[in-house]
């Protein structure tokens, strides 16, 4: 959602490099830019002011006319007082010493209160936790029911005694689900309230009542952040009405400018604990305001990169493959389609690549890739039997017509999957050799792009000169060359066989060069 934001950031620092020293007149230029850049974004005005006031007074000071390099010191600069907008530290729940903790979702109707318990939910139960959701909302029509299928989405339990659609007390719902947690032993309570379509003096009658019934430990405002500057009004008057602890963002991944991410937490002083990004149940990240200022200033957000690969990646499956290279055996296309739903289970690729350091300048690339090819690669394994998994070699060319038949694909996406795969297995063959950064063996277009193969050497001929052979299985038998180039040397993905018309690997290289060594293990 930061997307403007961030061009409009990042085209005003370019302006800066190269100076060895900044005039007044410099910085004064970057911090009107600076300045026209939040404004387009929404961010309310006083937090612009203050915002801009700070980074001019540490521009102009010793900091940067005795750096090294005055750009780098203004983009520092500026980083360090977008964490500080963002509300410093990361803000955890608080949990009850004395089980269950209760959790109060508030908002206008439409936020997505309901979808967010549900996320909520899941968060709190992927972390060990059991959470009940108790349907409180008993106002708008179907809440009761869509919290139940949300509820069995995320794998929890619900508490709903009210059909809702206007029928039942909310007060009385509300303090038997708290009942009902302590008796069945559910360590957290998450209330989904009922909201309005503006303020007014019901809907915080209401919810006080039920904030008086059930004592809740976090009382969390869920805010749409696609409504820009209202969703700051918005929090001020729940706060002042009936008081709030904290703030979470829905719809963090729509096409909204940022101003509400960027001015809620000094408007209101209070914390923003988490932000919705898909609309997945799983899609609820824990809100990082330093990871948030790397993301905004296309600095990339490689910790929350490897949390998300901790997550889909199986540690007896990893355990597994490194097994298998111990011991020299081979990599085979059971094992690719395997490390593909891993990196499937992590998310859009768009999003995951967008999470490395100067992603930003290759927009347009990342925008055209393709996850359904992931799903297309994975059809065209699945058509293949048992044995021709486990060797490639026997793909002969009436074999790969079966096959494609029963993915519903041409013979040559057949053929390519093939090609990308041995690629992927060179690679793989020169990590057990120890040579090679580790990369990305379960990405389906691993090596063979345009560029890529322009920098290959010819392949060696054999020893009498002869051309290699057109037949799949005498030409595996073939001795060949070592692979040259980004693709098969450092397991570097090639884009365009998502769609991404040649993203150049050399940069994408240089990009995942800066990833720590931890992330590069887990992907390879």
């Known amino acids: 959602m930061f997307t403007s934001l961030s061009d409009r950031l990042a085209a005003t620092f370019k302006n800066l490099r190269g100076k060895g020293r900044l005039s007044e007149a410099d910085v004064d230029a970057t911090v009107k830019e600076i300045r026209t850049a939040l404004l387009e974004a929404d961010v309310a005005l006083p937090v612009v002011r203050e915002f801009t006031a700070r980074v001019r007074e540490r521009a102009l000071g010793e900091e940067v006319s005795k750096a090294l390099n005055p750009a780098q010191q203004v983009v520092k600069i500026v980083h360090e007082e977008l964490v500080g907008i963002l509300g410093g530290e990361t803000r955890r729940l608080r949990l009850a010493k004395t089980p269950p903790t209760v959790i109060l979702l508030a908002g206008l109707q439409g936020a997505g209160k309901t979808t967010l318990a549900g996320k909520l939910a899941r968060h709190l139960k992927d972390g060990g936790h059991t959470p009940l959701l108790v349907a409180a909302d008993l106002q708008r029509p179907n809440a009761v029911d869509q919290l139940s299928v949300v509820a069995e989405r995320a794998g929890v339990a619900v508490h709903a005694p009210e059909p809702g659609n206007g029928v039942g007390d909310p007060v009385a719902v509300a303090r038997s689900g ?34 008086d019934a059930v004592q809740p430990d976090e009382t969390l405002l869920v805010v749409d952040a696609m409504i820009g500057q209202d969703a700051v009004q918005t929090a001020v008057a729940f706060d002042e009405a009936v008081g709030i602890d904290g703030v979470v963002l829905s719809k963090l991944d729509g096409d909204a400018r940022g101003g509400a991410a960027l001015s809620v937490v000094t408007v209101t002083g209070k914390p923003i604990l988490f932000a919705s990004v898909g609309e997945k149940v799983t899609d609820l990240e824990t809100f990082h305001p330093d990871r948030m200022a790397s993301r905004i200033l296309d600095m990339g957000d490689v910790l929350t990169l490897i949390e998300t690969a901790e997550k889909a990646f199986d540690a007896e499956q990893a355990e597994r493959m490194a097994g298998k290279l111990a011991k020299g055996d081979d990599f085979t296309l059971e094992d690719f389609l395997e490390q593909m739903m891993s990196l499937k289970k992590m998310g859009s690729l768009t999003k995951l690549l967008g999470m490395l350091p100067g992603m930003g300048e290759m927009k347009a690339q990342l925008d055209s890739l393709d996850d359904r090819e992931l799903d297309r690669v994975a059809a065209i394994i699945r058509s293949m039997t048992p044995a021709e998994r486990a060797d490639h070699t026997l793909l002969n060319g009436s074999r790969r017509a079966r096959i494609a038949r029963g993915a519903g694909v041409e013979v040559s996406a057949v053929n390519q999957l093939v090609d990308r795969f041995v690629d992927a297995q060179k690679m793989m063959k020169q990590m057990r050799g120890g040579g090679g950064m580790p990369g990305m063996p379960g990405m389906p277009g691993m090596g063979g792009g345009k560029r ?59 990009q995942l060069g800066q990833l720590p060594p931890e992330f590069k293990g887990l992907l390879g």
């Not at 302590?182 to 989904?192: A, E, K, S």
């Not at 909201?195 to 919810?207: K, N, S, Y």
């Open 452 to 510: 890529a193969k322009a920098k290959q050497k010819p392949q060696a001929k054999s020893a009498k000169g002869a051309k290699r052979s057109g037949n799949p299985a005498k030409r595996a038998a073939e001795p060949t060359a070592p692979a040259v180039g980004a693709g098969a040397g450092s397991g570097l993905p090639d884009l365009s066989a998502f769609g991404a018309g040649g993203l150049d690997p050399a940069e994408l290289e240089k």
């Open 178 to 211: 708290v009942e009902l947690a302590r008796t069945r032993l559910y360590d957290v309570v998450i209330v989904d309230t009922a909201g309005r379509l503006a303020i007014d003096a019901e809907l915080m009658d209401q919810l006080k009542r039920v904030r």
